[in-house]
């Protein structure tokens, strides 16, 4: 929370910042275009009182100062003097519609505002009153003095002074979200550093200096269970390596005793027989060893591979040889069918030879009654992966089962205990498929048979 809040602080200081400049910004243009608009071209009240300094009396007759004259030209203005009597004694380009006697009751009138639609302004001179006066429509007399023009245009300079403020506010928001992904980034990157399972370090600083130091902590901690994670598994692998090696001696010596007790004929039968058996429960008590250190071995991936290119075809002809000579029951029949020869791959041949072992041997073992089963080397439908595939056409089992079959006995992963055998068969092969890059799938319903892919890519 409070990150949230400090980053609630400065985004909302950031905001006041930001309309406090925006109103500074909008008052010096509307300041400057006023003024501007007061003051554009001559102002009326300088040229009136030009004119009254420029007007000179010579005897009868009345002289305005040429620059005086232009100013008036410049303005497109009229000018007359009206004395104390009332009556206009010079004049400049007035209008010929403008009496040439006024009343004290009409120069009061005109003398702030208009004189028949004329903007007038007047100045006092010692020859009586100046009046200057302007083009109908040409200037607002209202409070200030402003050229119509400047008033025609005021609706689009204030349009414009909304795009303006429209353009000044994106850009300071790209300003700011610049800022803002400037300093994100980093904890980006550090949260994909985590989520890759990297150690990562986040510079702290600015508003997000908390969240930066809650993902080094997170990455120091993550740190320290992947080196106890790591350090227990391979432990365990050790502990596991120690007990087969430890077991496989005593062992040895067992089914060496039982297989010499059960071709004595010193020995009874009968007591032969029970050699027999524990000889073959030895070979199963080492198969078992056997099977449980490579598992462990390539589940941490201390399983050395030795990989060479292997033809898929040669390596299924073998071990269906193999099955076939070793006195397979007659309830069950192996079909190799070899679509391609070019299936070459990079592997381990003798991991890739167990993996299609375990695979046939799961065919047989969970269908005692016999079964039929297909064995089929392809290339994938992209010709990129080499495919061997094994489907038997015996009980199967429920496609909800199948996750299970490739998790270790005791793993919580499985959703049901394992109950037949101890299930080491499938998730060697699922391993070792990893191990070479490639995957396991399973495919299955009850009453149809099994397919198991194995998937591999191909050798260049």
């Not at 979200?177 to 990297?198: N, T």
């Not at 070479?436 to 048979?449: F, M």
Request: charged share 20%.
């Amino acid at each position: 929370m409070d990150g949230a809040a400090r980053i609630l602080r400065r985004y909302t200081s950031a905001s006041i910042l930001i309309a406090v400049f925006l109103l500074i910004v909008n008052y010096i243009i509307l300041g400057t275009f006023v003024f501007k608009g007061m003051n554009e071209g001559s102002s009326p009240v300088h040229v009136t009182q030009t004119v009254a300094e420029g007007l000179h009396k010579n005897g009868t007759s009345y002289t305005l100062e040429p620059n005086a004259q232009d100013w008036l030209q410049k303005s497109q203005a009229w000018a007359m003097l009206i004395t104390n009597d009332g009556k206009v004694v010079w004049e400049h380009a007035i209008p010929d519609q403008l009496p040439r006697a006024y009343s004290l009751t009409e120069v009061a009138q005109f003398s702030r505002n208009y004189l028949q639609d004329y903007p007038v302004f007047v100045w006092e001179n010692e020859m009586g009153l100046v009046v200057v006066g302007y083009p109908k429509d040409s200037l607002a007399k209202y409070q200030f003095h402003f050229p119509i023009s400047w008033i025609s245009d005021l609706p689009y300079r204030l349009l414009a002074l909304l795009f303006g403020n429209i353009l000044l506010a994106a850009l300071l928001s790209l300003f700011i979200g610049s800022r803002l992904i400037r300093a994100i980034r980093p904890l980006i990157s550090g949260i994909h550093a985590l989520s890759e399972d990297q150690h990562t370090h986040v510079e702290a600083k600015g508003m997000f200096s908390g969240i930066a130091k809650s993902i080094n902590h997170a990455s120091s901690l993550l740190q320290e269970k992947n080196a106890l994670l790591k350090a227990r598994d391979e432990a365990r692998s050790n502990w596991i390596a120690g007990i087969s090696h430890d077991i496989r001696t005593p062992l040895s010596m067992v089914l060496g005793y039982a297989s010499e007790l059960e071709e004595s004929n010193a020995v009874p039968y009968e007591q032969q027989q029970k050699a027999s058996i524990i000889r073959k429960q030895g070979e199963k008590l080492r198969s078992l060893v056997s099977d449980l250190n490579l598992v462990s071995m390539l589940e941490y991936e201390m399983q050395p591979i030795h990989t060479k290119p292997i033809r898929l075809s040669t390596l299924a002809r073998q071990i269906v040889t193999d099955f076939l000579n070793n006195d397979l029951a007659e309830s069950f029949t192996i079909e190799l069918d070899v679509t391609t020869e070019q299936c070459f791959v990079m592997g381990d041949e003798k991991l890739l030879g167990r993996a299609i072992t375990n695979l046939v041997q799961n065919s047989i073992v969970h269908n005692p009654s016999g079964c039929h089963i297909h064995v089929q080397t392809t290339l994938s439908g992209n010709q990129r992966n080499a495919l061997l595939i094994i489907t038997d056409n015996g009980k199967g089992i429920e496609p909800c089962m199948l996750p299970d079959l490739v998790e270790l006995p005791y793993s919580s992963k499985r959703k049901s205990p394992s109950y037949n055998g101890h299930g080491l068969g499938l998730p060697m092969v699922a391993r070792i498929a990893a191990a070479h890059h490639g995957r396991l799938l399973l495919s299955s319903d009850t009453g149809k048979g099994m397919t198991a892919e194995l998937c591999f890519p191909l050798s260049s």
